[in-house]
């Protein structure tokens, strides 16, 4: 389905609002739990040695690919591993998610982290990406490398986990100078491992700012935006397409737009026509599908995801995911339906 | 501070978006940890303890209006206990928070829920409600009553207590019938519930929608804004205001205003005149200071409280309050210092 030159295919056009004959989708967390085969890996393997180990991660990336007919593979990974690089340890536990044991609690902690190339850190995920260019090779599909945006970085750094209001975090930010030396080591090493998978392969960037929408629009563009608007800049002068995701950002999409990003990705608690209208024309979207409407029967799955192609027609630059990542036990089915539906239908002309 | 009379009073007047001399501020959770006080009758007491004994609902209740000049109380008591009287065994644990043991989750536990009057099943908290009125009597504070949104409390009643994902809520409502029967059920209990408080004496109500914001504008139009309308509807017709509030609908406002209550209570995830703006001048407006901003160093704190209130100016119908409910560690010193300023500061004419 796809084209076998990976730079005319749908997906990285849309990246570049050009005209397309299909919209090109994929899913967040396409290689996940639900799928039997990854669950088959994981069986063997901790998520930390699927990550740290390219063959595995490679194997995994490539499942979605192979079962589904996806515009683009995203490399396997999380957003969390750079911190180790930084000299935090992290752990997942099954029953909490991922815990860090030595979080970030004062001036001195800020101080100890390390910043240090991803050649050196990430070794592993960038080699994974090459794997993965070179077993995709022919195929005509793009492959997305990503990171933790700063901010996000910056809660599960202090946090040391999950939290239920960031408080920590919100502490720290009005500490202004521990706040700032801690967000400047977390811009470099993001802009400088996103360029690094970007030299390794990865055609597209994705930056996941999973908690920006619990500050309020002044917090987020007084202390956070400038750090995430200058790892954007930095991915864009290496000439790759950068796509922002946040979620719970529907109030301050005006601000999101503010950060140049060339594709901003949403969550589903907002109708994609009327965030892109907020958002400009000048911007591609990603989005917006609940991820649990692929629990529904199919008959109400497929008007759903025929509403957002509907919401979308008209413009170039929509890629369809959904509005966050893939759940653990949703059914392969609605997803290969899903993917051939949207391939199905004609993208209308402006 | 208040005038003597509650109809006159600031808080009424802005509900009804009449002109004040200073904002009203009130705090959503205003009686909870954070108050020695209310610790001090915790040591002694369960939570549902207090809301099922009047008096000492009445004592809580009392709590912030003495130690604070807050332009309203907010009669002490929980969103859940409702479900109660519908049949279900409601417990707030230490760690997991409220837990239902015998949740929803087929037809037949939908065909179980009574529908009893809110005067055999809530009798203690509307003899509460005229406690309070009786104390408040001269101090010109109106009391508000509320309870939750029938969609919340569906979403607790199937999921049994908080959820990550709310995917048995979300597939229960696709099965059309049964979400219909629930829907209709929780609509019956939440509108007999408010009429009845304000039959015992509670001049404003407010509606909790905390999951609301969970769903799409589509789902949330199609599939719960018509129940929570009848019950705005019932309520306004008993010719008392009523206050709407969600967290996480800011991509949704415009579906918001659709439920016609008088009042549109927001978190902090917008700035307050951009959420104005799409509300339209219609309505009142409730919020917004991000709750953590509390724990801010008070010139820091000083400062986003005046940006709310210059975002509001020249327009009748604000009531200063927080974008979700007050945090349990939060320095009483501060909240004092917000409530005095928000007196302070002149309300800009429009």
């Known amino acids: 389905m796809n084209m076998t030159n990976d730079n005319g295919s749908r997906f990285l056009r849309a990246c570049r609002r050009e005209r397309v004959d299909r919209t090109p989708i994929w899913l967040m967390r396409q290689a996940g739990r639900y799928m039997a085969e990854y669950r088959k890996v994981r069986e063997r393997h901790s998520i930390l040695e699927i990550i740290k180990t390219p063959e595995l991660a490679c194997e995994v990336t490539l499942q979605p690919l192979d079962a589904f007919e996806l515009d683009a593979g995203i490399i396997f990974s999380d957003i969390l591993p750079p911190l180790e690089g930084m000299g935090l340890d992290l752990e997942f536990t099954s029953g909490e998610g991922p815990v860090i044991r030595n979080p970030v609690r004062s001036t001195r902690d800020v101080e100890a982290l390390r ?108 202390k956070v935006m400038p750090y995430t608007k200058s790892v954007i800049e930095k991915v864009r002068q290496a000439g790759v397409p950068i796509i922002y995701f946040g979620k719970n950002m529907n ?100």
Not at 260 to 284: F, P, Q, T, Y
Not at 294 to 308: G, M, T
Not at 330 to 340: A, E, F, G, M, S
Request: charged share 25%.
């Open 115 to 222: 910043v240090l190339p991803a050649n050196e850190t990430m070794g592993f995920t960038l080699d994974a990406i090459r794997l993965v260019r070179r077993e995709l090779e022919g195929r005509g599909v793009p492959l997305i490398g990503f990171s933790g945006a700063p901010f996000t970085l910056a809660c599960y750094a202090i946090e040391g986990g999950g939290s239920r209001n960031y408080l920590r975090t919100k502490q720290t930010m009005s500490a202004t100078e521990a706040w700032r030396d801690l967000m400047d080591k977390m811009s470099t090493v993001v802009a400088d491992y996103l360029v690094s998978q970007a030299d390794a392969g990865a055609q597209v960037l994705q930056l996941f700012d999973t908690w920006a929408g619990e500050l309020s629009p002044r917090d987020y563009k007084n």
């Open 251 to 350: 109030g301050m999409l005006e601000v999101v737009r503010e950060l140049g990003s060339d594709v901003v990705g949403i969550d589903w608690r907002i109708d994609l026509d009327e965030a892109w209208r907020r958002l400009g024309d000048g911007v591609a979207i990603q989005g917006n599908l609940d991820p649990a409407a692929l629990f529904d029967p199919w008959d109400e799955l497929k008007k759903k995801a025929k509403v957002i192609l509907e919401q979308a027609s008209g413009r170039c630059g929509h890629i369809f995911n959904l509005g966050h990542g893939i759940l653990p036990k949703t059914p392969v089915d609605n997803v290969r339906r899903l993917v051939d539906y949207v391939h199905g239908t004609e993208v209308q002309k402006t």
